[in-house]
């Protein structure tokens, strides 16, 4: 049973766009909802993650825009950049509970 | 500073053979996990660690067994491996229980 679905499974977008990547969870206890990046090769790593009493959280190009009520939460990547390629992780997990749960990725291909 | 470190970094297994993968880290976590990731699946929580001395079941965790042999140390074992055992494996580690994820570079195993 996937708790997490994210969506799309692919996206190319041009250099200087903006990217929308959207997740759906189900279970209404989870509290915490990061996001990771994954480079070719290397594991995942933290980029940015919110808390549900906050709608949006922006650091730099990134930003969470969270719905609390849609349960639904999406991850925002302004000025794309050909850097910004890679596989993208939304998450969610409740109260220190150990078992995160991952959405499927997104493989994001910016190009120039 | 090295972070997660997972060892090796590739593996060739015919079926029905054991190994362990080695995982370490030097963040002085208390909590410690395995996942597999398959293309199209996301990640997959195998076993966690919540600290040392205690181990529990993931999402996936038939056809393998784990041992946290001390706060730095969590080794996965394969008994008998299987193709479908065929994955990425990744270690990582938490300061608090799920949230902040720090991933190892990861060990690519085909069973053959």
């Known amino acids: 049973q996937q708790q997490v679905k994210q969506s799309p499974q692919s996206l190319i977008v041009q250099k200087g766009g903006i990217s929308i990547i959207n997740c759906a969870y189900e279970n209404t206890a989870f509290d915490y909802f990061p996001w990771y990046q994954q480079f070719p090769g290397k594991g995942p790593a933290l980029l940015i993650a919110i808390r549900p009493d906050v709608s949006e959280k922006k650091e730099g190009r990134f930003t969470i825009s969270f719905n609390k009520s849609a349960k639904q939460f999406s991850l925002h990547i302004m000025d794309s950049q050909p850097g910004d390629s890679a596989t993208y992780f939304c998450?969610?997990?409740?109260?220190?509970?150990?078992?995160?749960?991952f959405g499927t990725g997104t493989k994001l291909q910016v190009i120039p | 500073n090295a972070g997660v470190t997972q060892t090796p970094k590739f593996q060739v297994l015919k079926t029905g053979q054991s190994m362990t993968l080695q995982c370490a880290q030097d963040?002085?976590?208390?909590?410690m996990y395995w996942y597999r990731q398959d293309p199209g699946m996301g990640l997959r929580l195998i076993y966690y660690s919540a600290s040392e001395g205690t181990t529990d079941k993931g999402e996936v965790p038939n056809g393998y067994n784990v041992s946290r042999l001390n706060k730095r140390e969590f080794s996965l074992r394969l008994e008998s491996a299987a193709p479908s055992q065929t994955s990425v494996y990744f270690c990582a580690s938490s300061p608090m229980g799920g949230e902040k994820l720090f991933f190892g570079s990861g060990t690519q195993l085909s069973v053959l």
């Open positions: 963040m002085n976590h208390n909590s």
């Open positions: 998450a969610a997990n409740s109260g220190g509970y150990q078992k995160v749960t």
